[in-house]
């Protein structure tokens, strides 16, 4: 099956699968500047994070992972649980239209909500991790401010990180102020996928609505 042929879960699956979700959307960069090692390093990131999922049985029912690139905007992959995750062979090209990617993920997420309650499926609260090398190219005052909304009535946990050569000042008037963006140290990109598998197992296995206390960002964030 291809990238573009993965499909997302339909009722049948809820009835399969009545586990609570933990939806991930992934938000990445994909413009010309992520080309070469970056970009081969976020696939390589990609697989070990598809690979460490994989190793939690309680994480395979609960977490579902959604895709979306910008350079240009795609939906790369719908929310799936690993087991039907594929992650997409990522390239580099184009621009940097970071507003658009949140805004379309965000409709991605609401669509996913909506399908949970539809079918009486509860979920904890979504997270969205946005990695980045630049600078948005496009309008992106309207995403930030869905961003900050969302943060603020717990509709999501908003994450960003900067890889190198990111503009840090955009990006932490995009996040939330309480969690500011992180800087990623070199191209640590399966550390960073590491952390956020071992955090999205932590997240299943507590209860709905619990406070879970993540692992420290060490090993791939620079301070």
């Not at 799936?80 to 621009?95: I, M, N, V």
């Not at 658009?100 to 539809?118: S, V």
């Amino acid at each position: 099956m291809s990238e573009f042929e993965q499909i997302p879960f339909g009722a049948s699956d809820f009835a399969d699968n009545p586990e609570p979700r933990c939806p991930c959307l992934l938000l990445l960069d994909t413009s010309g500047s992520m080309s070469g090692k970056p970009i081969h390093e976020l696939n390589e990131g990609l697989l070990q994070f598809r690979t460490e999922l994989s190793g939690d049985a309680l994480a395979m029912k609960r977490v579902e992972v959604a895709v979306v690139t910008f350079g240009p905007v795609q939906v790369m992959a719908d929310f799936q649980t690993p087991d039907f995750f594929t992650p997409p062979s990522l390239t580099a090209s184009g621009d940097t239209p970071m507003g658009n990617a949140i805004c379309t993920g965000l409709d991605l997420l609401r669509q996913r909500k909506d399908a949970y309650r539809a079918n009486g499926i509860s979920y904890y609260r979504p997270w969205i991790f946005l990695i980045t090398d630049g600078s948005p190219t496009d309008s992106w005052t309207k995403a930030a401010a869905m961003v900050r909304e969302g943060e603020a009535s717990k509709a999501f946990s908003f994450f960003g990180v900067g890889v190198q050569g990111a503009n840090m000042e955009t990006l932490s008037r995009i996040c939330p102020e309480t969690r500011p963006p992180a800087r990623l140290s070199g191209l640590k990109f399966r550390e960073l996928f590491s952390w956020l598998s071992s955090s999205l197992s932590g997240v299943s296995q507590s209860q709905v609505g619990e406070t879970v206390m993540l692992p420290a960002p060490t090993g791939w964030s620079q301070v």
